[in-house]
């Protein structure tokens, strides 16, 4: 899939969900000029994509913790070299 299809799905799979018609316009707006980044990379966005359910994870110290799960997949996107390609498995 190209980083233009899976940012479409993304951006479906959201909009479907949204109830604030500026953020679908802001989106709307992103798609049209490609600054996708401003997109994937947003808080609102993140949590209406990945959900907001809880994750267990290990810190560094090695202790069980909680952090939600659009933020774990935020910290992946970071580290990843391409981040829609990473989207594409939710999509």
Not at 22 to 41: G, L, V
Not at 50 to 55: C, N, T
Not at 60 to 66: I, N, P, R, Y
Request: one cysteine or more.
């Amino acid at each position: 899939m190209t980083n233009k299809e899976i940012l479409t799905k993304a951006l479906r799979k959201v909009s479907d969900r949204m109830t604030n018609a500026d953020e679908k316009a802001m989106i709307d707006s992103c798609e049209e000029t490609n600054e996708y980044f401003r997109i994937i990379y947003n808080r609102p966005f993140a949590i209406r994509f990945f959900g907001e359910r809880m994750l267990k994870t290990e810190n560094a110290a090695g202790m069980q913790d909680e952090i939600p799960i659009w933020l774990f997949h935020l910290q992946q996107m970071v580290g990843s070299p391409e981040p829609l390609k990473y989207m594409e498995d939710f999509v």
